[in-house]
């Protein structure tokens, strides 16, 4: 595989969005799926973060029990899934930082399979980030940096994190990063309070020395908020902002990533989001995600991965239910005001697609 191949792979799930080429179209077709190609482990739910965008605080959130994966189960899911998939995800919801075995996790992932790239997402604001990271930073094939905006506005998004701490670690973690195998961006949620700032990350990131930056809607599938909130992506001060952002990514050689804001001459169904087909989220529990957008265990009974095997629960009838709504060019209950699925937005808007 070529390097630039190689790092398309993993810019495709770096941003846990995929343009539907890595999963073909007959196994879309299907109802039963075959051995996922991607997968992503929680190895906690547990965060220092409080951050005003995620599923982790929400009133549902706050039902959620909180945990650490146990090494022994994570080890009977890479055991048998290392030599098939393409790309392993160490993250959910929480910081996978906090995990106490996170070094030995890495390691063990690569002992089995060398060539199985690693994704990791963090939001790179622990006080002891570098000690963490140092001994298997060049294990980690992909790592996603959380950054909803610069300075206060970084601060005041990401609740109880230090931008100044922030920010050295993330010059530590470009400095011991020169390897071009090795790829790292941003990734910012947009929203009304932020979006003026997403120039300013890109231009921070040219600064940095990183290339590749995500910004992306808040989905608000897991979220209190109604379908209104999604109104922002469509006005005429968003559209500006994200020029803007495009202009200076573009003179700074920066890939910027904007394609999942819902657009109405781009509607997307369900039938098209890959995390009904692949690119599973199995909790620190056990319990299967509906998709890492939706990760509440009560939501969506499939079963659990450590007692019934991952296959078992990627194919329950819960899942070819909601597989048979999408293939039917309709919007599963479950994804109903995801930001993947825009004909679901836009019909509940009022916006005239195409
Ligand atoms: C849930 S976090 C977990 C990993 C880590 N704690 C972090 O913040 O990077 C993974 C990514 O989801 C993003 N995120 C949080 N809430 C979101 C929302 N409502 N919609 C879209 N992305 C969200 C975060 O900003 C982060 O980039
Ligand atoms: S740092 Fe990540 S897991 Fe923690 S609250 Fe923020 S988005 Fe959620």
Redesign the pocket.
Known sequence: MSVKSFLNLCFKYIFRHDNGESISETNRKKLKVPIPTVLSMELTNH?Q???V??P??TPAGARMIKGFMAFEEFKVVVNQFAGTLTSLGLSG???SLLHPDFQKMVTYIKARNNNLTIFLAT?ADLPKFRQILEPVIDKIDSIMI?IDGVGDVFESV?LNSKYERFIENVEWLIAKRASEMQSTSFNMVVSAENQSQMKDVVLLAARLGIKYVGVNPMNLVCREENYESYNIYLTAEFAEHLKDARLEAAENGITLSADYFPDPLKPRIASDCVFLWDAFQINWDGSLAYCCAKPYPWVFESGNVFKSGLMKCVNSSTFIKARKVALKGATPPLCGKCSLVSTDIFDRLEVGQG
Request: glycine letters at 8%; proline letters at 0%.
């Open positions: 965060c973060l409080k951050c965008t995620c982790l605080h919801l929480g910081e939001n959380s990401r």
